[in-house]
T-cell receptor, first 113, second 111 residues
Framework: GDSVTQMEGPVTLSEEAFLTINCTYTATGYPSLFWYVQYPGEGLQLLLK???ADDKGSNKGFEATYRKETTSFHLEKGSVQVSDSAVYFC????????????WGLGTSLAVNP | SQTIHQWPATLVQPVGSPLSLECTVEGTSNPNLYWYRQAAGRGLQLLFYSVGIGQISSEVPQNLSASRPQDRQFILSSKKLLLSDSGFYLC??????????FGQGTRLTVV
């Protein structure tokens, strides 16, 4: 069945460091891919998405490219801020699976000043 | 525009008491609806999802149940809470062509 694997955390970085959070997936069809962010005590918010191969999603300085050949959707940011401290979730939605969302386990990011 | 309402925001319940968490969606029709639980420091655990009225899929066996009495209403229930039911419960909806939208969550503490 469909699945999402993302790197385990926690990830701790200094402000202005480069961030990469790896995410790979398996799917029977052609899924849409998402990154969500969860700030402490809140629900999840969509950060960015990509709906087909080679699409690049971007938002708030974060980017992720839908790589079909490597089945990956790694999240990157060139210079993190303290305010980026949160838990990041990779997810997919597969039309072949009734659009049910499949989630990674989440990666906690702490950015120190 | 679409909105999702989830309540209450926090809840403290004794062991063995019943539970009812409600989630409603506005501005869309026939959405997929989801209940998730997030234990402290852990990822999202899908509890139930629904693709239509009265259609509920359970992902994990437990003492919780879900119902969808109306198209945009999703209810999470328990007849008798356990200590292990404590956690952060999230309701979400998605459309066939969109991403998921989450409620603000309910922090449940079973004492």
């Amino acid at each position: 069945g469909d699945s999402v694997t993302q790197m385990e955390g926690p990830v701790t970085l200094s402000e202005e460091a480069f961030l990469t959070i790896n995410c790979t997936y398996t799917a029977t069809g052609y899924p849409s891919l998402f990154w969500y962010v969860q700030y402490p005590g809140e629900g999840l918010q969509l950060l960015l998405k990509a709906t087909k191969a080679d699409d690049k999603g971007s938002n708030k300085g974060f980017e992720a490219t839908y790589r079909k050949e490597t089945t990956s959707f790694h999240l990157e940011k060139g210079s993190v801020q303290v305010s980026d401290s949160a838990v990041y979730f990779c997810a997919l939605s597969d039309a072949g699976n009734n659009r049910k969302l499949i989630w990674g386990l989440g990666t906690s990011l702490a950015v120190n000043p | 525009s679409q909105t999702i309402h989830q309540w209450p925001a926090t809840l403290v319940q004794p062991v063995g008491s019943p539970l009812s968490l409600e989630c409603t969606v506005e501005g869309t029709s026939n959405p997929n609806l989801y209940w998730y639980r997030q234990a402290a420091g852990r990822g999202l655990q899908l509890l139930f999802y629904s693709v239509g009225i009265g259609q509920i899929s359970s992902e994990v066996p437990q003492n919780l149940s879900a119902s969808r009495p109306q198209d945009r209403q999703f209810i999470l229930s328990s007849k008798k809470l356990l200590l292990s039911d404590s956690g952060f419960y999230l309701c979400a909806w998605s459309d066939r062509d969109t991403e998921a939208f989450f409620g603000q969550g309910t922090r449940l503490t079973v004492v």
